[in-house]
Each structure stands twice: as C-alpha cells, then as structure tokens.
C-alpha cells in the first residue's frame, strides 16, 4: 500500500518510413516476422495461401527465430504442398536495425496470430507503410474500417483467402493509398509525441522519489 506505481503504454522505437515497394496488379509480395511458434499460427497462414487463385503471383518470406524445430518441420511439410504460383521462403531472423528497410519492401504483413497484447511486428510493418492481414486476437482491430489492412475471425479461413486475392489485385496507385492510410492509422493510434512524454514523466518522478526499481 505505500509503493506508488507508474505506468506507461507500449511504444515503438521506430519513426514512420515511407514503403518503397511497387505493386502490379496480380503481384503480392507477403512477409511474417515473428517467433517461429504455434501461437503466432504460421500453419494457418501457410494453409490459407493453397486457396489463393492461381492467377495470382504470391510470395510470402518469413522472418523470425527457429524458437520449435517441430513446430517449423510441420510448416516445411506444408509449404511442399503449395501450388507452383505461391512462393514460400524462410530467410531468417531480423535485427532491429534492419527490420524497416527490409519489410517497406513488401506490400503487407501476413500474421495470423493467436494472440497478441501489443504485436510489435504488426505495428512496425504499419509504420513502414505495410497494410496487415492480422487475426482479430489483436488490440488493432479497426485497421479496416482505417483502410489499413484487415483483422479477420480465425474461424473463417476462406476470408483470409478472400482478402490475400484483394490485394494481389491492387494496382500501383491502389496499393499506394492503402499504404499512406497504414501510416496514418498507426500515427494516429500510437500518439507517439504523448507516449515519449509519458516516459520522460515516469522516469522523473521516480528519480525525484530517490529509490528506484525497474
């Protein structure tokens, strides 16, 4: 009862970066950055990807640590079924300096997780201007209805699909507008300025109380 506590909400480290990727129409160019674990539900995505028409060009590469061998061997086993217009690809894990020049390259993060109290790779890819195909277990469920991606039920698969081929279709200029309404969501949700004062605020009133404990 005589300890005071503050708090102060997640924030990222990185500034908004414009995306540099272009899009043609019929073209998708797909990454994960995660954990390689089953909370984080690449199988899922793996098996979405056999339902996108095959009239689309579909790469998809994947960025994390090897965290389960026998989670990745059960990924592996999918990715030798997919059909021969969907390229899968693990590449390896990112540091944190690299993590926006690589991703603004692609045109939207594909992370169907099973849950997420923050998501930091969800957040940096909206700050490279990448719109996200998320779950809905995630606190950014109106990217949507901010033209930022989608945030979709895990029950319904075949709307993963559906959402993947929309924006496979997505032209140059198309891809463009989403890509500025992902920047814009994040900035307005992050409130990054307020949140950097939250911190500097915290950190005084516990240097000014003399005993500290992180």
Not at 128 to 154: F, H, K, M, R
Request: hydrophobic fraction near 40%; charged fraction near 20%.
């Amino acid at each position: 009862p005589d300890v005071k506590v503050y708090l102060a909400g997640n924030v990222s480290a990185l500034p908004p970066q414009e995306n540099i990727s272009t899009k043609e129409a019929g073209h998708l160019r797909l990454f994960y950055l995660s954990r390689i674990a089953e909370v984080k539900n690449l199988h899922f995505a793996l098996e979405v990807l056999h339902h996108v028409p095959s009239h689309f060009k579909v790469e998809y590469d994947i960025y994390g640590n090897l965290e389960d061998q026998a989670y990745w061997s059960k990924c592996q086993a999918i990715i030798a079924t997919l059909p021969s217009h969907v390229k899968v690809r693990y590449v390896r894990g990112l540091k944190f300096d690299e993590v926006q020049a690589t991703i603004c390259r692609y045109h939207a993060l594909f992370l169907p997780t099973l849950n997420e109290n923050f998501g930091h790779s969800i957040v940096e890819s909206l700050l490279s201007g990448c719109p996200v195909i998320i779950s809905d277990q995630t606190p950014w469920t109106d990217v949507e209805a901010n033209n930022a991606g989608y945030a979709l039920a895990l029950n319904n698969p075949k709307k993963f699909a559906e959402s993947l081929a929309i924006f496979a279709a997505l032209d140059e200029d198309a891809f463009r507008e989403k890509s500025k309404s992902a920047t814009a969501y994040i900035n307005g949700r992050l409130h990054t300025d307020e949140m950097r004062n939250n911190y500097k605020n915290l950190f005084n009133e516990c240097i000014k109380n003399g005993s500290v404990h992180f």
